[in-house]
């Protein structure tokens, strides 16, 4: 962590020098169907210090424009609901994705226990290969609910298969503008 810290930290400083940035993403995969691949006590002694005390503090501080808000993302496959509070309290996370259907992660109930997270991903790919009706169906659990709540982006919750069919894929594009415009 401490090799990957300094390397990251040099190359975005770099780009810090020009530029305001409105994100970090940290593409980290710690989860996997059934939690996180680390004990939470591993997390805070391993992660937590590089990602807040160092890599996010150094980014925050070498903002050229410091009103603006810089979003924490972190992106992980799996179930990640056990990662969530780890994550706000240990590095300031305020978004995550993708949210594997197939791994339980549920973006309505999520959205209910983490109002001010936002959110991209929770719709399940697997279901994007089959009718028009269970999109329909599924999408009709998802976006009515986060729509009200906000913070989302209705996208897959992992890379499209290639079982999707295009036009499959059109459906569910266009419903999702329908349904959450």
Request: hydrophobic fraction near 35%; include cysteine; proline fraction near 5%.
């Amino acid at each position: 962590m401490e090799a990957w810290f300094r390397l990251a930290d040099t190359v975005i400083a770099q780009h810090q020098e020009h530029l305001t940035l409105d994100e970090v993403f940290l593409a980290e995969d710690i989860c996997y169907n059934h939690g996180i691949l680390l004990s939470p006590d591993m997390m805070k002694e391993f992660m937590t210090p590089y990602y807040q005390q160092q890599l996010i503090n150094n980014i925050k501080f070498r903002q050229i424009d410091k009103s603006r808000h810089i979003y924490v993302q972190i992106g992980t496959d799996g179930f990640a609901n056990p990662a969530i509070p780890i994550y706000k309290e240990g590095i300031g996370m305020d978004a995550l994705s993708p949210f594997e259907v197939a791994a339980g992660c549920d973006v309505v109930e999520i959205g209910k226990q983490y109002p001010d997270l936002v959110m991209f991903g929770g719709i399940d790919k697997r279901l994007l290969a089959k009718s028009k009706r269970d999109i329909d169906e599924h999408l009709e659990y998802i976006l009515p609910a986060m729509r009200v709540r906000g913070g989302y982006i209705p996208t897959c919750d992992h890379s499209v298969p290639e079982e999707v069919t295009y036009e499959n894929y059109l459906y569910y594009r266009k419903r999702c503008i329908e349904r959450g415009g």
